[in-house]
């Protein structure tokens, strides 16, 4: 019945289409042609929310086979939901192939190849080849994490820190060979770098990464919170980190492994074991000790 099925979504893939004036294809929009390469065995088409793991070829009409970008990669559906890819993403599913002619202007290539520099223009005829690899529901990405949580925690982490900071598009700084990025800001009303033993009063907000939840905030003691710099078993080492990194004045934002704010305890009931955290930290002022 296999051969049945190929024949009925040959017709619904192609369904719709004009006349292309390229040999084997068919125009499917403005410019836009396609023709099917391959079928797979896959029933549903990718929604948003799901995760896609894309095979992509993209050369100039003529041109090698991914002479000017090529990769697999997965892909947020709804980021590539764009342009010729909003009829790409409308025929593929699982194990399907297909070959794409459009105007490079039809490309979303920002969400496809982020920070490429060589884009042709506009009006340059480009051929694009797509194959969709797998396709992951919310469901599915969220048990696959959970059974990398349970058997590795630590890549788990890792791999949600990486995950979070490239999706944020922001310019963290890791902090050495460490876990811990910051992005610090504010003119500082003193140059000098904290000292072990110097009294700080320090503000802050922490939170879960994975969801920004609050499980942290020296607000609600109604003050900054002060300790005597380098005094153990004061502040997490992640905060007294940041300190050290912060100059009077400044204020930062500091994704903390779990391994430098709550270990594998966690907090009852807000925070799982492993987890790395957010934290907004802002030292307000510096008694230099003498």
């Keep these: 019945m296999k051969w049945a099925w190929s024949i009925v979504w040959c017709c619904v893939l192609l369904g719709g289409c004009e006349r292309s004036p ?15 390469l391959a079928l797979g065995d896959g029933d549903e088409r990718a929604v948003d929310g799901d995760s896609i793991h894309l095979d992509i070829r993209i050369a100039t009409w003529g041109e090698a ?25 409308q025929r593929l599913r699982e194990g399907d192939s297909l070959s794409l002619i459009t105007p490079a202007a039809r490309i979303p290539w920002p969400a496809l190849a982020p920070g490429i520099h060589a884009v042709p223009d506009d009006t340059t005829d480009m051929v694009v080849e797509v194959a969709m690899r797998a396709i992951r529901t919310p469901a599915m990405i969220r048990a ?10 630590e890549t788990f982490e ?33 140059t000098a770098r904290v000292r072990l033993g110097d009294p700080v009063v320090v503000e802050w907000t922490g939170a879960r990464l994975e969801d920004g939840v609050t499980i942290d ?25 940041a300190v050290m990194l912060l100059r009077e004045g400044q204020e930062g934002r500091f994704i903390i492994p779990s391994t430098m704010a709550f270990g594998a305890r966690g907090i009852d009931g807000l925070l799982e074991p492993h987890t790395p955290v957010i934290y907004t930290v802002r030292l307000l002022r510096v008694e230099r000790s003498t």
């Design 22 to 36: 390229h040999a084997g294809y068919k125009q499917v929009d403005r410019g836009v042609h396609i023709r099917l």
């Design 158 to 190: 890792q791999r949600l820190i990486e995950e979070w900071i490239t999706r944020s598009g922001e310019p963290w700084e890791r902090w050495g060979t460490s876990s811990l990025h910051h992005i610090i800001t504010g003119v500082p009303s003193d």
């Design 65 to 89: 086979p991914g002479s000017t970008f090529s990769t697999q990669r997965w892909y947020a559906a709804e980021d590539v939901r764009q342009g010729a890819f909003i009829q790409v993403l």
């Design 144 to 153: 696959s994490a959970e059974r990398l949580r349970t058997a590795s925690p």
């Design 217 to 241: 905030d020296t607000d609600r003691n109604g003050e900054p919170f002060s300790f005597r710099f380098g005094d153990p078993d004061q502040v997490i080492e992640g905060i007294e980190t």
